[in-house]
């Protein structure tokens, strides 16, 4: 099935290219009689603040704007904690804000909830789709902003409790920055970043990268991945810059689905303990290779009008072999496994064109964004799963020797195919300097289909159309204060990231509203900011994924919660970056009798803590927690992931352009269960005991 532009449509899709045009052709006489002044300046999006405590944002709007401003909780960790904290992975990173929990992730990819919802398909870079499923590397990451609550009226499907928006590292500055680094289960990993201006201002360049080997604290597990990221921007224009940006990543690494569970608890066993194959590193890895290349053009036409325009298109291949508990016999004191193969050969591309228009009317300030999206995926997999023979102790199992594919017909072999055809727009009104709003809607047209190529199973097709708005309302009595509500809904589709199945292709979108009050203060002249907010999600119709993949409604869930986060700039050398959530997130309807049951993988409390002083004379030093509450691994709340708290620290020396840093991790060697698979109450991944990372670095 494809996209058909009704011709009305194809009308509207015009007016977002010629409209602009004809504003710029319009003004084409008078600016060609005298060249403006040209200031070159690096992207909004690539400088929005230093430190831990970034005053800006472009994620929640989709234009540089102020935290203050916007009417919905907006968590920033930015390159500065990402680089103090020596985090690597999105996990590393996502530790550090308030209402996140951890997902195995089938053990080959990132997956989170936030706020009591999986978001599995809730992952962006630079505000472009980027769903595929696998492990992201941070070396080419600026910052990482997510965005609470439903987030559909800019960005699409998805996106019940947040979303999570990569903001990368782009041209504009000279920099030359490389590292290296060693650490525990002999961990050796480089990075580098190179950029430069050229002198006249009309080009830039940045390259970034990484390659790391390592093995685990987990037995079999290791590590290996390479990334680069070149980028060139060009200033063909004074006032029109292209931008092209590539992207490559390979990750290779023993798929791990962690531990079982007995008597409604992680087994007890040594972290290490690997429940799969003897030959793991052979017949259990997953390898992914990622590649990704966009385009993007700017334009100002005015002091008024300026237009954005980015395609963006990727390849993902991903070969997944994997042994993981298939059934416990508590009794016995025994379990089964299962062995299979996941191939899934991908691609798609998007193109988004925002035009932004500033205007004065009846006396009120606006910054209206009109929006056009529309781009396909194309998702093909192949899945294998057999069952091994035999059974294994549930406590120290002797491990089989299994080949690398599993013997037999696959039991899953289509092509999925997506698109996405949208309008939506947006605007920020200034009534007054205390008196502000933010109001938008979008239009989603989403098309679905699956072409089964296994025997006895038919093809599947559906389309679905929803309008995705927000509102807010912003009151700012003062500079150092901000008070706010909104309102805000999204729509999550059957398919949103996997291939129609013959019990979901007729299910209706689920749909996700969310009501928040908040406060936003700044504080010693705007060093350290804080945000509470207040607020409900209700998602009805939802659905839970089955370890295959399948979606089965289970009625509505609710979400009542609390979160605060706050980060700092203060004198002194302090910095600081912290954060709590509670979350009350129950089944409040439910055909499959879990009602009354509490969501997976989220914790009541949870709550994070970063400090770090600059002692002076080089010399300096951080030390940081990690708070997680109890857990239900499995929707029937059978098997409970017991709460814990890390404690984390760093020192370092800096001397000119040459630094060396000690990371250590989980100081008093805690044991705890930092994931869980969620769907099934045997995939639980055991925490890393403590450990130590040293880098040396030369940055200028």
């Known amino acids: 099935m494809r996209i058909k532009l009704h011709p009305i449509c194809a009308a509207v899709a015009g007016s977002f290219v010629f409209q602009p045009m004809l504003v710029w052709a319009q003004a084409a006489p008078a600016a060609s009689a005298q060249l403006p002044e040209v200031t070159v300046k690096a992207d909004a999006s690539r400088d929005l603040g230093e430190g831990y405590n970034p005053p800006n944002a472009v994620s929640a709007t989709k234009t540089e704007a102020p935290l203050r401003d916007v009417p919905q909780t907006v968590n920033v960790v930015t390159a500065e904690v990402m680089r103090d904290q020596h985090a690597t992975s999105m996990q590393d990173a996502l530790k550090n804000v308030p ?94 970043d190179v950029g430069r201006v050229f002198a006249d201002g009309a080009a830039a360049f940045r390259i970034t990268g990484a390659v790391e080997k390592a093995n685990s604290y987990r037995s079999q597990q290791f590590l290996d991945r390479s990334a680069i990221a ?27 689905f962690g531990i079982p569970a007995y008597h409604g608890r992680p087994v007890d066993v040594p972290a290490s303990r690997y429940y799969g194959a003897a030959n793991a590193r052979d017949a259990d890895y997953s390898q992914s290779r990622v590649f990704s290349g966009t385009a993007t053009i700017n334009h100002r036409f005015n002091e008024n009008w300026s237009i954005r325009n980015a395609t963006r298109y990727y390849h993902y291949s991903l070969d997944r072999n994997n042994t993981l508990t298939a ?128 025997a006895g199973q038919r093809d599947l097709s559906r389309s679905d159309s929803a309008w995705s708005p927000r509102a807010g309302l912003v009151w700012q009595p003062s500079k150092a204060q901000s008070y706010y509500v909104s309102w805000s809904k999204s729509f999550q589709p059957s398919g949103e990231a996997f291939a129609l199945a013959a019990n979901n292709a ?83 309807k439910s055909t499959v009798a879990l009602q009354g049951k509490r969501a997976t993988i989220t914790p009541r409390h949870s709550g994070n803590l970063w400090v770090t002083k600059d002692l002076g004379h080089g010399f300096g030093v951080g030390l940081g927690a990690n708070l997680v509450g109890a857990r239900y691994a499995d929707p029937q709340n059978t098997v409970t992931l017991p ?13 000119g352009a040459f630094e060396a840093q000690l990371n250590l991790y989980n100081l008093f060697d805690k044991g705890y269960i930092v994931s869980a698979h969620g769907s099934n109450a045997n995939l639980n991944m055991p925490g890393a005991p403590r450990s130590v990372m040293a880098t040396l670095r030369y940055r200028m």
């Open 99 to 192: 209402g996140v929990s951890f997902s195995t992730g089938d053990g080959q990819r990132d997956q989170v909830s936030i706020r009591g919802f999986t978001a599995i398909a809730d992952q962006f870079v630079d505000g472009i789709r980027d769903d595929a499923l696998y492990f992201r590397d941070l070396s080419n990451v600026d910052r990482v902003e997510v965005i609470k609550g439903p987030a559909a009226v800019l960005y699409g499907r998805g996106s019940s409790g947040g979303l999570i928006n990569r903001v990368t590292k782009k041209p504009g500055i000279d920099v030359t920055d490389f590292a290296l680094s060693y650490g525990m289960w002999a961990d050796r990993r480089a990075e580098a």
């Open 230 to 256: 070149p980028s060139l921007e060009l200033r063909i224009a004074p006032e029109t810059t292209v931008l092209f940006q590539a992207d490559y990543l390979e990750d290779r690494r023993v798929t791990d």
């Open 327 to 454: 059934a416990v016999n508590e009794a016995a004191g025994t379990l089964t496994m299962n062995h299979g193969n996941v191939r899934r050969e991908e691609h798609g591309w998007f193109n988004q064109t925002d035009l932004i228009q500033k205007a004065t009317i009846f006396g009120t300030k606006h910054e209206i964004l009109y929006g056009m999206e529309i781009g396909q995926q194309n998702k093909d997999q192949v899945n294998n799963t057999k069952l091994v023979p035999g059974t294994f102790d549930l406590f120290n199992p002797v491990l089989p020797v299994l080949p690398r594919q599993a013997p037999g017909n696959p039991t899953t072999s289509n092509l999925g195919i997506f698109d996405t055809l949208a309008f939506y727009t947006q605007d920020m009104i200034t009534f007054s300097e205390q008196w502000k709003a933010l109001v938008g809607v979008r239009y989603d047209n989403f098309q679905q289909e699956t072409r089964n190529r296994i």
């Open 506 to 588: 007729d299910l209706a979108p689920e749909t996700t509203n969310n009501t928040e009050v908040g406060a936003k203060y700044d504080w010693l002249n705007g060093k350290a900011s804080t945000t509470i907010s207040v607020f409900r999600l209700e998602r009805s119709n939802i659905k839970v994924s089955s370890p295959n993949n399948v979606l089965i409604p289970i009625g509505e869930q609710r979400t009542d919660g609390v979160e605060l986060s706050g980060a700092a700039e203060l004198g002194s050398g302090w910095r600081m970056l912290a954060g709590y959530a509670y979350l009350d997130a129950t089944i409040t």
């Open 643 to 655: 709460g814990y708290v890390t404690a984390d620290a760093m020192a370092w020396y800096r001397r």
